[in-house]
């Protein structure tokens, strides 16, 4: 079984920035593409960012310029650097990584942008 652990989430102002983390474990092999998705309270689910294994990456319009997803295959992590957030930012985010056989979802990491 693959397990996807996040961290980094959490309070931070309008402007500020947040680092989330994602560590894989429990695969020999690397995902073939991870992705960060979010959801407010009433909204859908939302494809944030995403990389495949060989690094090209892809974002949602509202986060182009702001955010940045990056991965280490050789310690099975994935990143977002959110930078210049907003309060519309406010959202459960969750990492997601295709493996062989599956997708496989993190618990969720919440974060909050408030004054």
């Known amino acids: 079984q693959v397990h996807l652990v996040e961290s980094g989430g959490g309070l931070v102002q309008p402007g500020g920035s947040l680092r989330l983390s994602c560590t894989a474990s429990g695969s020999i092999f690397s995902a073939f593409t991870m992705a960060w998705y979010r959801q407010a309270p009433g909204k859908e689910r939302e494809r944030v960012a995403g990389i495949t294994s060989g690094g090209t990456t892809t974002y949602t319009d509202s986060v182009k310029g702001r955010f940045t997803i990056a991965r280490d295959n050789a310690k099975n992590t994935v990143s977002l650097q959110m930078n210049s957030l907003k309060p519309e930012d406010t959202a459960v985010y969750y990492c997601?990584?295709?493996?062989?056989?599956?997708?496989?979802w993190g618990q969720g990491t919440q974060v909050t942008v408030s004054s």
């Open positions: 997601n990584g295709l493996y062989i056989n599956n997708y496989v």
